[in-house]
């Protein structure tokens, strides 16, 4: 249909008072990113330990983020998710964040990485390192984002060493930083292009901005556009769930097809800026680093900036209670409860979900058509995404949990339609009675119900950190990337 009859058909049906329903996704159609190319005057010094006796307060704190060493496992709290992302790594292996001092460990050790034994192997590309290390912006300031990306992730792997650290939020060889002021910088080109599609241009933003864009390095919904697999976010339309959702239809962007349902999924990633900017302190100016990262004052009387990101009720009296009148308990309570009513409507969704891609697995085996298939699974698309955005983001029962309920609300919404047209493609091909779903109270149940054989990516997990990743790092080593072994 060309764009004139398409918009004349939308016209009338919006004139009829009809909903305009999208058709099935259409082909993938990449938006052709830029590409900035090597830049040899842009000099990143990504080693965070250089920093230690210069500024020795900002590097302990920093350091101190190794205190949280909890590793939570999604898969086991939730073995339903290993349904909602069956086909996707996801499903294999998904922890709940911890200290930035680990994130190059835990992306090693995760088995969404895989288990690559050689340079040019898979599965992953180098997007995957890209919200890991400050070794990132120095690279491709070092290739290009051409030479950055389009490469496996295993490439990098001697590369990409230095955890989430100074660099990533500073310029760390102006002038400016050598005597101790912030020279605030984002040094990922990509970023910096997604901050000016929304008005938020680094350079011209005034400091609140420009603190909280940090955290918009990586704290972020995106995704690995065209054939370079470039780390992109869909902000075109705005940052809410519906513009970003609007984005990836229209492009036509599918990150896996479901292995139960076979519908078309979207992958959320953390869109915890996203969140936080459309929620009540995001709204009144209150930013990440006033609750996150707030000004404390050390045993000599000097105010700095305690670098130990982690959570904000640990230091409350310099975070929340700079602001509100109410005891830390009365806080924590109403973060909890608001945690615990998101968390009731969340799973209810994830619930419906659940049902609704095993009833799309018994339409396809009683011989649904694709065309008959195709609202319904568009359906479990919308609802899924809105599900994850909500799940996959963190902290947004305090960021914006106000947000977070309409989007499970409208999550609901789609999950109703999915279910509802899935009914009438059963009872079409004769079945009338309810669908019986499998045994999903565990992980290993789960991954049985969907065909994961977990134990065979464990073993060769268990390979490659023994062999690769020890390699790995004498390379970095040698190279100058990481401090001599001791
Ligand atoms: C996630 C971002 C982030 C990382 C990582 C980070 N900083 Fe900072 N840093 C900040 C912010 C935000 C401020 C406060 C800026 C302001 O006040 O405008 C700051 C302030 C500073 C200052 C200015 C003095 C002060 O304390 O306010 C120094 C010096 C500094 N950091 C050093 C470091 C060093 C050294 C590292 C690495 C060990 C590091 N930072 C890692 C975000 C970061
Ligand atoms: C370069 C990418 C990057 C930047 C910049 C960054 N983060 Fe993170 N953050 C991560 C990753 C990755 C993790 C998960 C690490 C892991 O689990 O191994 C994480 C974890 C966290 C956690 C969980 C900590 C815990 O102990 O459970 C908080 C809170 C957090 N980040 C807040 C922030 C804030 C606030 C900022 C901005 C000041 C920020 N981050 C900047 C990538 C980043
Ligand atoms: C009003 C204060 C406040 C602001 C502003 C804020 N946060 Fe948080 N954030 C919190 C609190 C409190 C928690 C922990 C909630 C809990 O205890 O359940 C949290 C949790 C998190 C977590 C999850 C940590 C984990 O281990 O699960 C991340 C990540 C995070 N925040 C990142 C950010 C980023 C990025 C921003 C800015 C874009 C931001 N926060 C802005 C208060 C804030
Ligand atoms: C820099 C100031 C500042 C800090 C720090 C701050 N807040 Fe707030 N908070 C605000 C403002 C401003 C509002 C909006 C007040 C209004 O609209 O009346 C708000 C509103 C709230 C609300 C009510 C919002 C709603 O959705 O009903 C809660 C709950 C809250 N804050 C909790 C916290 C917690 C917990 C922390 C610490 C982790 C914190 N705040 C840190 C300024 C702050």
Partial sequence: MNAFKKSLLIAISVALGLSVVPSAIAEYKPIAQPVEPANPNL???SRNDLFKSQFPKQYESWANTAQSTDLDSVN???PRVVVLWAGYAFAK???????????????RNILRTGSPMTPDAGPMPMACW???SPDVPRLIAERGEA??????W????????????CADCHDTTSKDFAEGKPALRIARPYVLRALEKIDHKFETSDKTDQRAALCANCHVEYYFAGDLKQVTFPWDNGVTVDAMEKYYDDIGFVDWTHAVSKAPMLKAQHPDYETWMLGVHGKNGVTCI????????AADGRVYTDHQIGNPFNAFEHTCANCHDQSKEKLKEIVKSRKAEIKDVMLRLEDQLVAAHFEAKAAWEAGATKEEMKDALQSIRHAQWRWDYSAAGHGGHI????????????GLDRAADARTQLVRVLAKHGITEPIVLPNISTPEDAWKATGVDIEKDRKAKAEFLKTVVPQWDKEAREKGLLPAEK
Avoid: W
């Fill in 43 to 45: 000099k990143i010094e």
């Fill in 76 to 78: 086991y709290e939730d």
């Fill in 93 to 107: 292996d998904y922890n709940k964040p911890r200290g930035h001092f680990y994130a190059v460990t835990d992306v």
């Fill in 130 to 132: 890209a919200c890991k």
């Fill in 147 to 152: 030479g950055y990306f389009g490469a496996t």
């Fill in 154 to 165: 295993a490439s990098g792997g001697a590369e990409v060493v230095n955890p989430i650290g």
């Fill in 290 to 297: 006033d609750c996150h990262m707030p000004k404390v004052q």
């Fill in 399 to 410: 960021h914006a949990p106000d947000v977070l309920l309409k989007v499970l609300g409208t």
